[in-house]
């Protein structure tokens, strides 16, 4: 079996059309620009990647972009001021913090200080209990992006067996929720479970969020699963150079999957259109208007 290819960029390149056209009716209808800040505290090499790509998109999308660049040495106060002031501001509809943060700022204060009208990475405890309620506007992108392909690609996956590996609050612990709330059978893994690849079997979709260079292997999955590929590793690939590759065995896995992301192309091409979709919902719900239809 060879599996279909789940074509994120093609997903993502269609939801991006969406949002420019709703971008630009508000700007007719309401004259209302979507505004996305971003702050990012030193100076990471792939932070500076991700944060500019979502510049650069915000600002192709029709949106306003703010990019506050911090020294890595910034004191906690200064920042904590930085972030107030883009939640006083009303041109201002979304704020991403890039983590992680130094080690010398803690991440709950900073994510404390940040107003979740305007928490467009769905991070604040605010926002991850509306989404525990089933009430929430903004959730967390990546998850978002994953609910979205599943539904392109699977459909209704009403009383399937899903398998979540990780339980992070920035991808599992959202994820597993949005998988609930549409009806799947729900099984979260992390470093503690017990005999993985037994579980990982059981699994009509497998999701795997770990970290971990190609960790999940061919044999842990159903033959004819949906295997979604949340992981982004760089790994040395010979000759000084380096490669991305997914948290799953991906050239092995096509051959027993029914459906497969791949990395680069798959889950990651959404997650960033998924924050300009929730910084358009950002936009509306601050100006009493009501959700896009996208
Ligand atoms: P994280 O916060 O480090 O969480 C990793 C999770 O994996 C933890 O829950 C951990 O379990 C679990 N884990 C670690 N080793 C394991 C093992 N041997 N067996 C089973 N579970 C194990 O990472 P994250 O932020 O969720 O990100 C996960 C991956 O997704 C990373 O590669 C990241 O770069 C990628 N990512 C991609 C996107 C995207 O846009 N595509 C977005 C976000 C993240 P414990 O809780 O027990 O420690």
Redesign the pocket.
């Known amino acids: 079996m060879t599996a279909i290819i789940i074509d994120g960029k093609a997903s993502a390149a269609k939801l991006r059309e969406k949002i420019a056209v709703e971008a630009a009716r508000l700007k007719s209808a309401h004259d209302l620009q979507p505004g996305l800040a971003t702050v990012l505290v030193g100076n990471d090499p792939a932070s500076e990647v991700y944060v500019r790509n979502k510049g650069k998109t915000a600002e192709a999308l029709g949106f306003k972009s703010v990019h506050v660049a911090l020294a890595a040495d910034t004191a906690q106060t200064v920042l904590l001021g930085k972030v107030r002031e883009l939640c006083a501001d009303k041109s201002v509809h979304g704020i991403l913090v890039q983590l992680p943060l130094p080690k010398h700022i803690d991440e709950a204060a900073v994510l404390d200080a940040l107003d979740p009208a305007k928490d467009v990475d769905a991070l604040t405890p605010t926002n991850a209990g509306l989404l525990l309620s089933g009430r929430a506007h903004l959730v967390s992108?990546?998850p978002a992006?994953v609910m979205l392909l599943l539904k392109e690609y699977v459909g209704d996956i009403t009383g399937k067996d899903v398998l979540v590996?990780?339980?992070?609050?920035?991808?599992?612990k959202p994820a597993a929720q949005l998988l609930l709330a549409a009806n799947a059978t729900v099984t979260m893994?992390?470093?503690?479970?017990r005999d993985?690849p037994a579980i990982a079997r059981r699994a009509d979709i497998l999701v795997a969020?770990?970290?971990?260079p190609e960790?999940v292997k061919a044999d842990w999955i159903k033959p004819g699963a949906t295997v979604i590929d949340?992981?982004?590793?760089r790994v040395d690939a010979g000759g000084g150079k380096t490669k991305l590759v997914?948290?799953v065995d991906y050239d092995a896995a096509k051959d027993v999957a029914g459906a497969i992301t791949p990395?680069p192309g798959?889950?990651?091409a959404?997650?960033?259109v998924c924050l300009m979709q929730n910084t358009l919902i950002a936009a509306c719900t601050q100006n009493g208007l009501p959700l896009p239809k996208l």
């Open positions: 992108c990546t992006g590996i990780g339980r992070s609050l920035l991808f599992g893994a992390h470093s503690r479970s993985l969020a770990i970290g971990k960790m949340v992981g982004i590793n997914g948290d990395v798959g889950v990651g959404m997650t960033i």
